[in-house]
C-alpha cells in the first residue's frame, strides 16, 4: 500500500492534548536530577545501562518529592487522540554536546564526564519522570538493557524500521508489538530536533471499522516477529498468532506492526479488513514535531507511532530523543497473551522488582 506519511507536511499540534509544565516544576525535576547525579558521581558503570541500585534507590526514594504539577502532567493520556505533549523541560542546547552516531556512545559519553554533556543527568532526569507516570524498564536484547534509550540517526542503518534509522519513512506501529509484556505508556523526550522531524500517532480510537472488519481482527490471526533492533537470534520457536484488535472496558485497544507481520500468510478478507485499518490509521494520522524539553507521552495499547523521513546529518548536531518504556500496574491485557513467550526477549525490570521486594 502506498504510504500518504512520506509526503505530510502538515502539523496538527491542535488535535494533541498538551500539558504545560511551570516553570519552577521543570527546574525541580531537573535540580533533583543533578544533585542525584553529582551524588553519585560521573560513572562509566552506571551510564552503561543505568541498572545500578544506588541509582535505583534514589529514583524510588525521591520522585514522590517532586511538585505535584509534576505529576499531574505525566498521568496517562487522557483522550481518545491517545497522546500528550508535556512542555517543557529546561533545556539548552549547549549543555547537550554533540548528538551520539548512536546507542552504545550515547551510553559510553553520557559515563564520561569529560565531555561535559549533561546527558547522564537527562537519563536521570527521564527515569524520575517516567517513574512518576509509572514503572520505567527495559529490553535485555535492546540498546543493552539501559532503562533510557537514546534514538539518534546511525550510519548504515537510515533505511531500517528501527528508530536509528532516518532516510525511511518509520511505518506506524506498537511499540514492542511482539512481546506481550510490551509498554503501556511509553514517553519520548525530545533533547535536539533541528529540522522539526515529525513524529507521527494514530488512535484506534479514531478509526472507522464496521462490525464484520473489527471482528476479523479480534481474532488470533498472524504473529507479529520481533523488530531489527532486537537483533536476528531468536530461539526457534513457533509464532503465536495474536489479536489486531482488543478491549479495555468496551473501548478498542491495538497490536499493530505491519513491517514485522507475515501478511502474505493471510487469507484475503482478513488482509482487507487489515489494510483497511492501516488506511485509517493514516487518515486520523496526527505529526508532532518535538521541540527541545518537550516530552511526548504516547498510550501504547491505543496508539501506532512512528517518523516521517528525514536526512541525517552525523556532524554533532542530529536529533536526539530519549526513550523510556513505561509499565503502567493498574493496566490489563488480554488472558490469551500471558502464555506468549515473547521470542525469549525478557524484560529488565527493576522498579516492579522493588516494589515486589517491599510487600
Ligand atoms: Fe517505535
Not at 488480554?334 to 516492579?352: I, K, L, M, N, T
Request: hydrophobic fraction near 40%.
Amino acid at each position: 500500500m502506498k504510504s500518504v506519511l512520506s509526503e505530510r507536511k502538515t502539523f496538527h499540534p491542535s488535535q494533541l492534548e498538551r500539558r504545560e509544565l511551570p516553570d519552577s516544576a521543570g527546574q525541580a525535576v531537573r535540580a533533583l536530577a543533578d544533585e542525584i547525579a553529582v551524588t553519585l558521581g560521573p560513572s562509566p558503570a552506571i551510564a552503561i545501562t543505568l541498572t545500578d541500585p544506588d541509582l535505583l534507590h534514589h529514583i524510588d526514594a525521591r520522585y514522590l518529592e517532586l511538585p505535584e504539577a509534576v505529576h499531574q502532567a505525566m498521568r496517562a493520556p487522557a483522550t481518545d487522540a491517545g497522546v500528550t505533549v508535556v512542555g517543557r523541560l529546561p533545556l539548552r542546547d549547549d549543555e547537550l554536546g554533540h548528538t551520539p552516531l548512536d546507542w552504545r556512545q550515547a551510553a559510553a559519553w553520557a559515563g564520561d564526564a569529560g565531555r561535559r554533556s549533561s546527558s547522564y543527568a537527562l537519563d536521570i532526569t527521564m527515569l524520575l519522570l517516567a517513574r512518576c507516570a509509572g514503572e520505567p524498564f527495559g529490553w535485555q536484547g535492546q540498546q543493552g538493557g539501559r532503562l533510557v534509550n537514546n534514538i539518534v540517526p546511525s550510519p548504515g542503518h537510515e533505511h531500517e524500521q528501527s528508530g536509528a534509522s532516518s532516510t525511511a519513512l518509520l511505518s506506524p506501529h506498537s511499540e514492542d508489538a511482539f512481546h506481550p509484556q510490551r509498554a503501556n505508556l511509553l514517553m519520548l523526550g525530545c533533547l535536539r530536533n533541528p529540522d522539526d522531524v515529525g513524529t507521527t500517532v494514530s488512535s484506534v480510537r479514531q478509526v472507522e471499522l464496521d462490525a464484520a472488519q473489527r471482528e476479523r481482527l479480534s481474532r488470533r490471526e498472524l504473529p507479529i516477529l520481533p523488530d531489527v533492533s532486537y537483533g536476528a537470534d531468536f530461539p526457534d520457536e513457533p509464532a503465536p498468532p495474536i489479536a489486531t484488535l482488543g478491549d479495555e472496558d468496551g473501548q478498542l485497544t491495538l497490536r499493530f506492526d505491519p513491517a514485522y507481520t507475515p501478511l502474505d500468510e493471510a487469507d484475503p478478507e482478513f488482509r482487507s479488513a487489515y489494510d483497511h485499518l492501516a488506511a485509517e490509521l493514516e487518515r486520523v494520522c496526527i505529526t508532532a514535531a518535538l521541540a527541545p524539553g518537550e516530552l511526548l507521552l504516547v498510550d501504547n495499547d491505543v496508539v501506532v507511532h512512528g517518523r516521517v523521513p528525514f536526512t541525517p546529518r552525523y556532524n554533532g548536531t542530529d536529533r536526539w530523543l530519549k526513550r523510556v518504556n513505561i509499565r503502567l500496574p493498574q493496566r490489563r491485557r488480554a488472558a490469551a497473551e500471558a502464555a506468549e513467550s515473547g521470542y525469549g526477549q525478557r524484560v529488565v525490570a527493576p522498579f516492579r522488582t522493588i516494589r515486589g521486594n517491599r510487600r
